[in-house]
């Protein structure tokens, strides 16, 4: 191989905004979690089927995201929940942990109390044994206080730039935003948004995707348009390009997509529903740097969540 391609290949593995490993869930006893149905707008019924079906759809579904990814080069750590803890949104483990460059990891405060069981060990100590993780910031605590910052999901984090764009929430409280961005020297970029039933957007990363050279953004649904230009305006300091969502787009999930590095290079992924709710414009702006990698995930998103909460990005330097 010559140095150029040599070059080429190690620029294709690496991206500070794209991961090019994750942590997944794969569920046994799925089903939509009744604690987070009051502020999800996005969540749905599994209407006509049982709850044996319902459990099984997702965890095949799981099963051949996690296929499917291995195939493009992404290493993917897959944990299994065998559902005994009643924790239905295991799934989503990007809410509870996030991981950051210089070995820090941060855990999290939850919203629902059932999904405070999500939280786990193994986890931690896999990226400990895996990877060089110097410290462990848990911010669980706060819980007992009322406050909440539900990770990745709560914040759509621009590792490049160092901006937490936060959608205000039961799930991102400001005093949790703060000490965050404070410990991970970020800077908050919060707003209020709304649906088209006025209600707030319970988590960014449903409106929002940060990647390496392009955001996708639901800006109809922030509600203050000087805030709305704000964070346009941020974008675009940063060389992105900005493909606006509309709110059609927003509820099929477009904007739940996480940006990795496969072995071949920058891979979008997102679910099936969100790829085919973009338009062609849409899809040739966002290949100009990333492949499109749609996923069938159809049971899971039933829990108000898509591809992005399924994938908890892996930003540590491998041991």
Not at 19 to 35: D, G, L, T, Y
Request: net charge negative; glycine share 6%; with cysteine.
């Amino acid at each position: 191989m010559s140095s150029t391609a040599v070059a080429a290949s190690s620029v294709a593995r690496f991206s500070v905004q794209a991961p090019s490993a994750v942590v997944m869930v794969r569920p046994h006893r799925f089903h939509p979690n009744p604690q987070t149905a009051a502020d999800n707008a996005f969540q749905g019924q599994a209407v006509g089927m049982g709850a044996e079906p319902l459990a099984a759809a997702a965890f095949q579904e799981v099963s051949q995201a996690a296929e499917v990814l291995e195939a493009q080069g992404v290493r993917v750590h897959l944990f299994e929940d065998d559902g005994s803890g009643d924790m239905p949104d295991a799934v989503f483990p990007n809410n509870w942990f996030s991981t950051h460059a210089g070995g820090h990891v941060a855990i999290y405060p939850m919203y629902s109390p059932n999904r405070r069981r999500e939280r786990r060990a193994d986890v931690i100590e896999m990226l400990k044994s895996e990877y060089r993780v110097q410290d462990v910031i848990d911010y669980s605590g706060l819980e007992a206080d009322g406050v909440f910052l539900e990770g990745t999901g709560a914040m759509v984090l621009d590792h490049v730039a160092r901006v937490a764009y936060t959608a205000a929430s039961n799930r991102a409280h400001a005093v949790a935003l703060e000490r965050f961005c404070t410990h991970f020297n970020f800077e908050p970029v919060a707003f209020d948004t709304a649906d088209a039933q006025g209600r707030a957007v319970y988590h960014t990363n449903v409106l929002m995707c940060v990647a390496t050279e392009f955001a996708l953004v639901g800006l109809d649904l922030i509600t203050d348009p000087v805030r709305r230009q704000a964070v346009r305006a941020r974008l675009e300091e940063t060389g992105r390009t900005v493909i606006a969502l509309t709110r059609s787009q927003i509820e099929h999930f477009a904007g739940n997509a996480l940006e990795l590095v496969g072995s071949a290079g920058r891979v979008l992924a997102l679910s099936t529903q969100a790829h085919a709710s973009l338009n062609d414009e849409q899809q040739v702006a966002i290949e100009r740097s990333a492949r499109l990698l749609p996923l069938a995930v159809p049971t899971i998103e039933l829990a108000g969540g898509s591809v992005r909460c399924m994938l908890a990005g892996i930003h540590l330097a491998r041991r």
